[in-house]
């Protein structure tokens, strides 16, 4: 029933990950929508609410996990110079996958939740996510098990590390949650998955693929060991406390909160780190951005990674918390590490691997353009309607303007986001054509050739 | 197998998976940012509340007769359901005025349980100065 051919589970993963960035993205473009026209589709299914976790929920859980998974299942039997454990249990874990994720978009369109942020489904999917989760960490930890090069690139320290950083986040922000009683406690809990799953997971995965791309797509040689030490070491020390900065001002113990902000702040080190490794390694290929997509995605998704870990650390300390918490803002930044850094690294992962597997170019180079620059030209909208927004919503509740005249000020910048969203949106519809054009393409060359075979002999 | 990996100073690339490392110097830059962020870290550890310290808000309450007055006299007194009150005090005696406010007349409620005797006489002040 499941497939053994090679590649097949990278291949299918990726398909299944655009797939759920049109839904999720859908959704989230309905979000926008709704702060326009409220009255929108407003039946028992999608009111706000729970349009606005499905939107969450399906990019990272759905899009960017399965993106994520895609790219390992080609990236890590590279590395390890060896072959994936078991196709077929790739195969059928996306099965598995995709019909829980099913499962907890209906659940909460339905209106069940776990009212945790990145932890929204309720708990008879999550454990189901889990062993779904487990299987593929099974797989490919099996696979690095059986390889042949003995030493391990970065990436593979990356993404090994996350396989086993994903699961244990998703269980204690989920699990133990349900039996603490709510308040303070189960707030705290639930940021440790709310912020580990930006941090044990898409960051460090993400951060992988890059590892993985800038040297494939260069021809350079990585630029320096030992900051990509520094850096894994250092991400995967104090990335875990990030937490309690989402509850900053708020009625935690201080030393929780200095718990939070300090780990924040010591960010910058792995994250310069990374970066200086990255940039470093781009020296003299600058200009090969011109001309490859996928080298471009992968550049502008480190712009943006620095962006997002220079706003991070600021937004956690106390005094920048009190003006922008609540607002327009936290949004903008929230988009920019899931979307503009890594969703933009897992298109690069997508345009270098497919023509791989399927052994014929991407169809379209124009698509691959309008795909980048809808993307980018989009977020950047997006963006910066949201953080004017925010730090404009923000002064006006500390003057103490009237709430309902804050709502009103911040018509113009709601639009703007919608506008932004809205090409961010459409861009992906190239990236999904481009690659059904492609693998249908490919498809129809290898018959052909075969029937060539067959004629000539 | 691991010998290619302490070879740091040689400067030599490792070869990994067909991807060569290079053994380049931490950036100076890099090296002096790491330091003051641990520095700053210490610091705020020991130095720092970790909070915003806010100080209780202790808003000089003078305005309160304007807030009473445009908050729930005005919703009927400026929209015509009820008469306008520009110069009220030049037509009524302020006992009047302030039992008006307490017990009601005609079709106003009563709303004299809601205010504290302070409070209607600075909506009386207020009123006072509406023309």
């Not at chain 1, 899009?63 to 072959?83: E, H, N, Q, R």
């Not at chain 1, 659940?107 to 189901?128: H, K, N, R, S």
């Not at chain 1, 898409?202 to 060991?225: A, E, F, N």
């Not at chain 2, 209780?56 to 304007?66: F, L, T």
Request: hydrophobic content about 50%; glycine content about 8%.
């Amino acid at each position: 029933m499941f497939t053994d051919e090679k590649w097949s589970s990278s291949k299918n993963w990726f398909i299944a990950a655009v797939f759920w960035i049109i839904i999720g993205m859908s959704m989230g473009l309905l979000t926008a929508t709704k702060q326009i026209w409220p009255e929108l589709l407003n039946n028992r299914w999608f009111t706000y609410g729970h349009v606005r976790s499905a939107h969450v929920m399906l990019v990272i859980y759905a899009w960017l996990s399965m993106a994520y998974v895609g790219s390992m299942f080609y990236m890590i039997p590279k590395l390890a110079k060896t072959k994936v454990y078991s196709e077929k249990l790739g195969n059928f874990a996306l099965v598995f996958y995709n019909v829980v994720i099913l499962e907890g978009f209906f659940a909460l369109l339905f209106g069940q939740t776990e009212v945790i942020e990145y932890g929204e489904f309720p708990l008879w999917v999550d454990v189901q996510l889990l062993v779904a989760i487990g299987l593929v960490a099974y797989n490919l930890f099996k696979t690095v098990g059986r390889r042949q090069e003995k030493m391990l690139y970065v990436s593979l320290w990356y993404f090994l590390g996350s396989l086993l950083w994903l699961p244990l986040t998703w269980i204690v922000g989920n699990f133990p949650a349900q039996w603490i009683p709510s308040g303070v406690q189960q707030g705290l809990m639930g940021w440790f998955l709310g912020h580990n799953a930006i941090g044990l997971w898409m960051t460090t995965v993400g951060v992988g693929q890059i590892y993985y791309l800038l040297p494939k797509l260069t021809g350079r040689p990585l630029y320096s060991h030992q900051l990509s030490m520094i850096g894994f070491w250092a991400i995967a020390t104090f990335y875990v406390w990030n937490g309690p900065h989402h509850l900053m001002n708020g009625p935690i113990p201080g030393w929780i909160s200095k718990a939070g902000v300090i780990p924040s702040i010591v960010l910058l080190i792995p994250v310069w780190a990374v970066l200086a490794n990255f940039w470093g390694t781009m020296k003299g290929s600058w200009s090969q951005t011109r001309t490859s997509v996928p080298l471009r995605f992968t550049v502008a998704g480190t712009i943006f990674y620095l962006f997002a870990c220079l706003q991070g650390p600021l937004q956690a300390l106390p005094s920048v918390s009190s003006v922008i918490k609540f607002t327009h803002w936290t949004v903008g930044h929230a988009h920019m590490g899931p979307f503009g850094a890594f969703s933009f690294t897992s298109f690069a992962a997508i345009y270098y691997i497919l023509p791989k597997i399927v052994g014929r170019e991407m169809f379209s180079k124009r698509a691959m353009e309008a795909h980048f620059w809808f993307s980018t030209v989009g977020f950047l909208v997006f963006a910066f309607s949201l953080w004017i927004a925010g730090v404009v919503q923000g002064f006006a509740w500390i003057e103490g303007v009237p709430f309902l005249q804050t709502v009103l000020m911040m018509e113009p910048y709601v639009q703007g986001r919608a506008i932004g969203g809205t090409m961010m949106y459409v861009a992906q519809f190239f990236l999904a054509w481009n690659m059904y054009k492609t693998i249908k393409l490919a498809k129809l060359e290898k018959k052909q050739q075969a029937q060539q075979q067959a004629a000539s002999a | 197998m691991k010998k290619e990996y302490q070879q740091h100073e040689s400067k030599e690339a490792d070869i990994v998976s067909d991807i060569k490392i290079e053994h380049n110097k931490v950036p100076k830059l890099l090296v002096v940012v790491f330091y003051v962020v641990a520095i700053w870290a210490i610091g705020y550890a020991i130095f720092m509340p970790g909070k915003l310290a806010v100080e209780p808000a202790a808003a000089p309450q003078d305005n309160k007769g304007e807030l009473i007055f445009e908050g729930t006299c005005l919703s009927c007194h400026a929209t015509g359901a009820a008469p306008d009150l520009s110069g009220v005090t030049d037509r009524m005696p302020e006992e009047d005025i302030k039992n008006v406010i307490k017990k009601g007349r005609n079709s106003m409620p009563a709303i004299g349980h809601l205010y504290t005797e302070k409070e209607i006489d600075m909506v009386y002040e207020y009123l006072k100065d509406y023309r």
